[in-house]
């Protein structure tokens, strides 16, 4: 850290403090900028230029009916990620405030035990489980019903996807809840509110932070998936990812690869930049109740 | 909260049909890997030890594992040294210029999987670095980065920078202050971040899919070409030997941390 030590006097070692803190991100920000920057410089390049200047890959990525069913399919189906996760993580992020510290261990064991495998590994497993001869095809058969496609549906994918973004809800949540104060519902209860008008009227706006928080990230992340979608889905379940590859990799459209993924991209940063004013607000609405 | 024992008996359903969502998939691996029969069909059939062998011996695994170790440990390294000397530079800089370039070393955490995969595919096709150690150990170092500047800059945020002061007020060098005082107290962050981004380079899978090559794939990579070719149950030995490594290592770390918590003052 101090390699570049000066051996001078006080006064000129205190006039180079103000750049060293600079000097130590800029190993970072140097590849940072090299492999982060630049390749996505490139492909916004791109974008442009190939096969001659101009917008011509827009205009055809937003002319094409395919490509808006693609991109629309994206949508929804992070939409549907993203409100299984938020019903399953509700109640569970609660369980974990209730129980006594021996239970909550176990909870938080459940959460994060599917990232110790990888996940590809954790992908295969829904694979496994989704075919149609799978388990859950199985209990579904023995319980009446026939016929049900999991596998290369839609469902699937959400069923696949949920599981691995279940954690990036529920510990958001999770932390806001820990923070809101019980007697605030004890106090509703003793002013007579029922128990279901004191968790609607006080718990629930209190919990919404971290609703909030965990549905932006799990979107975000949703959006953007690219494996789940690849093994679990079929070819009416594409996602934009999915595309881009084909266009890369298998047709050499660099082009037009090159706008879906900026298409993409500035989705996800302009939820981010919707997302961040909302989020820092509601954090210290939270703070201040 | 007060609830009605119904409501009670309800949440706790949901939570542990919730659990078993979580955890069920993790542990499918386990029963498939033992199969007889070259298929991924549920429930598998006989046993046998035989994935596991095709696990150590095919070359076309083991190599991609030790490829994956190597990725990892030199990603896990680099990482952590340019993290740190990142968040050590972000903890003594203005607010205002420090937030947006931690902002800004963030990026990799949300840009799209697929969108950096093409963006670093076309630089390295146009540098050679496709299917090549330093191209791998270039991208999984970006992508492990923010995760060492989190954990460092949560430890940082704790650290009294005053103890630096009062080490150099006792005539303590800046490099022994910094060893001596700074070193110990950050290095629960250090390691986690090291940890973490072991972790994520080891589990890699959109960007290497697209700079692997049939001379240098990691693991992920390979999981990922066996599963899309045919129903190989190597992959679900590959899976419960991770998972009982993890499990192993994590279970380690729990036991040490617990100590060391205990034997603090």
Redo the contacts between chains.
Sequence with gaps: MSAHEPTTPSAPKRAGWAWRPFALTLPALVLLAAVIGYPLLTIVLRSLSEPQWGAQNYVWFFGAPINLTVLQRTFTISAWVTIVCVICAYPYAYLMTAVGPRVRLVLVLCVLIPFWVSGVVRTLSWVILLQDSGVINSLLRAAGFDGIRLIRTQTGVVIGMAQVLLPFMILPLYSVMKGIDLRLMRAAQSLGARPSRAFFTVYLPLSLPGVYAGAIIVFILALGFYITPALLGGPRSTMLSTLVQTQVLSLLQWGRGGAMGVVLLVTTFVLLALAAPVMRSRYREAGRS | ????PL?RVI??L??LL??I??????L??VP?SFNENKS????PQGFSWQWYQNFFTNPDWSSSFLNSLKVASVVAVLATV??T??A??????KAG?ASL?RM??L??M??????????????YLDTHLVGTMLGFV??H??LA?PFV?IAVSASLEVFDRRLETAAASLGA???TA?RTVTLPLILPGMLSGLLFAFATS??E??VSL?IANPYLKT??VQ??SS??RDADPT??A??TI??FA??IL?GGGMLLLGRERKGRP
């Design positions: 909260m007060e609830m009605k409501t949440l706790g949901v939570c919730v659990a969502w979580l955890v069920a998939p993790t499918v691996v498939m991924l069909a549920f429930p340019l993290g000397l990142a050590f530079g972000l903890d003594r800089m210029p370039l800004l070393m990026t990799p949300v840009v799209p999987g697929v969108v950096l995969a093409i963006g670093i595919y076309a630089v270039l991208a170092t970006i980065l500047l060098g800046a490099l910094f080891f589990d899978i959109v697209f693991l992920p999981i990922f599963i899309t992959v679900a590959v899976g991770l998972l993890t499990t994590i």
